[in-house]
C-alpha cells in the first residue's frame, strides 16, 4: 500500500466550478503538507503548504488538513481554464531531511 | 517563490553519448537537491538526493553510474546520463531544497535518445 494515495481522476468541470481534490496517507510522522500544479511538460510549481492541521487559504484556493484523519484536501473555487493542469500532493517527515512523498496526481480539466 | 532553473530545456542526442543536465537555484542557497524522472502521464519517480559536498544518495533501483550526480555548490547540482541510450529517453526535473524545506521544482529537461 501506497503512503500517499490520491483521488486519481481524471476531472472534467465546468468553468466556474468549485473543485475538490483530495489525499489520503498512512504515514502519521507527516507534518509538512503541500500541494503542486504541473502543466503539461513543465516542471511542478508549488501551490501551497501548510505544516499543520487546519485550512489555509490563498485567492480562490484552500488548502485542508485533517492530520486525525490522515486526509488533506484542495478546493478551487471559481475554477478558471487556466486552473486546467495536474495537481500533485506531497508530504514530508520533519526527519526525513525535506524528501517528499507525492500523490500520483489529479488531473483536472475547465471547461469554458 | 524561489526559482530553480534547468539546462538545457530539451536535448536530442545519439545513442551511446553522454548528456549533462544542470540544476541552478538562482535566488536561494539548497544544500539539497532532488533529481526525479517523469514517464507520460504518469507521477514524479524520485532518483536520487543530491548533497552539496557529498555523494548523492540514490533510489533504489538507479544505477548510480549510469546518472552521475554532482552538486559541487549551494546553488548548482549536474545530472549526467552516461552512455545513453532510448530508453533513458524520459523528462528530467530537479528540485532544490529552500531553508523551509519547501521543495522548488525546475522546469525539467527533456531528453530523447535515438
Known amino acids: 500500500q501506497k503512503e500517499v494515495e490520491q483521488d486519481p481522476g481524471p476531472l472534467s468541470v465546468p468553468e466556474g466550478a468549485i473543485v475538490s481534490l483530495n489525499c489520503t496517507y498512512s504515514?502519521?510522522?507527516?507534518?509538512?503538507f503541500m500541494w503542486y500544479r504541473q502543466y503539461s511538460r513543465k516542471g511542478p510549481e508549488l501551490l501551497m503548504y501548510?505544516?499543520?492541521?487546519g485550512n489555509k487559504e490563498d485567492g480562490r484556493f484552500t488548502a485542508q488538513v485533517d492530520k486525525s484523519s490522515k486526509y488533506i484536501s484542495l478546493f478551487i473555487r471559481d475554477s478558471q481554464p487556466s486552473d486546467s493542469a495536474t495537481y500533485l500532493c506531497?508530504?514530508?517527515?520533519?526527519?526525513?531531511?525535506?524528501?517528499?512523498?507525492f500523490g500520483d496526481g489529479t488531473t483536472l480539466t475547465v471547461k469554458p | 517563490g524561489a526559482v530553480v532553473s534547468q539546462h538545457p530545456s530539451w536535448v536530442i542526442c545519439k545513442s551511446g553519448t553522454s548528456v549533462k543536465i544542470e540544476c541552478r537555484s538562482l535566488?536561494?542557497?539548497?544544500?539539497?537537491m532532488f533529481w526525479y524522472r517523469q514517464f507520460p502521464k504518469q507521477s514524479l519517480m524520485l532518483m536520487a538526493t543530491?548533497?552539496?559536498?557529498?555523494?548523492?544518495?540514490?533510489e533504489q533501483g538507479v544505477e548510480k553510474d549510469k546518472f552521475l550526480i554532482n552538486h559541487a555548490s549551494l546553488t548548482l547540482s549536474t545530472l549526467t546520463v552516461t552512455s545513453a541510450h532510448p530508453e533513458d529517453s524520459s523528462f528530467y526535473i530537479c528540485?532544490?531544497?529552500?531553508?523551509?524545506?519547501?521543495?522548488?521544482f525546475g522546469p525539467g529537461t527533456r531528453l530523447t535518445v535515438l
Open positions: 528540485s532544490a531544497l529552500d531553508t523551509d524545506s519547501l521543495q522548488f
Open positions: 504515514n502519521s510522522a507527516f507534518q509538512y
Open positions: 501548510t505544516y499543520s492541521s
Open positions: 506531497a508530504m514530508s517527515a520533519i526527519t526525513n531531511a525535506g524528501k517528499s512523498t
Open positions: 535566488d536561494f542557497q539548497a544544500t539539497t
Open positions: 543530491s548533497n552539496e559536498g557529498s555523494k548523492a544518495t540514490y
